[in-house]
């Protein structure tokens, strides 16, 4: 049996959590038992995702909505209401992200915090650039395909 996780993709904004999570959903549905059950309308959210997977019959939910704290906590009390073993979400690093996650660990998940975090350019210590985003994008993908291998390998271990 899956013990109840929450996998929270954390860090600053524009630094791409949720592309890596949407790459990683598209990853997980190539695996899924059936079509995912989208419960909310991509279209109408403004093209983040929150929606179920099955894998191995072990419900996997997704969010890829991380800027509103609010959007965050319905998504995953969405999720967990509908009985998700593991739930992978973005959100801001913030002190109210991390709080919400923690009341989450009292419902009985584990808390994974991870992060795709911006890397830099160190021109000088002093000076730290970003990186180009050619750079950024790959290793943003890196991350969703590994997160993806470690959800699916937990959904069949």
């Given at each position: ?15 791409g959590?949720?592309?890596?999570i ?7 549905c ?7 059950l989208?419960?909310?309308d ?6 983040d995702v ?12 997704i969010v ?13 009390d969405e ?10 979400a973005?959100g801001r690093?913030?002190y109210?992200?991390i ?14 915090r ?5 890397i830099?350019?160190?021109i000088?210590t002093?000076?730290?650039?970003v990186?180009p985003?050619?750079?950024?994008t790959?290793f943003?993908e ?8 470690l959800i699916?390998?937990w959904?069949?271990?």
């Open positions: 049996m899956v013990e109840p996780t929450i996998i929270a993709n954390m860090g600053d904004g524009e630094t959590k949720s592309d890596s949407k790459r990683a959903y598209e990853k997980l190539k695996v899924a038992d059936s079509v995912p989208p419960l909310r991509p279209e109408k959210f403004s093209g929150c929606a179920i997977i099955t894998i191995n019959e072990v419900k996997v939910g890829s909505h991380g800027d509103v704290i609010t959007t965050i906590k319905d998504c995953i999720l967990i209401r509908h009985e998700c073993q593991i739930i992978l973005s690093n913030s109210k992200a709080c919400l996650l923690k009341s989450y660990y009292n419902k009985g998940y584990r808390i994974w991870t992060s795709n975090a911006r830099y350019e160190y000088d002093n000076n730290p650039r990186a985003k050619g750079i950024q790959r943003n890196q991350w969703a395909d590994e997160i993806a291998n699916e390998s959904c069949y271990a």
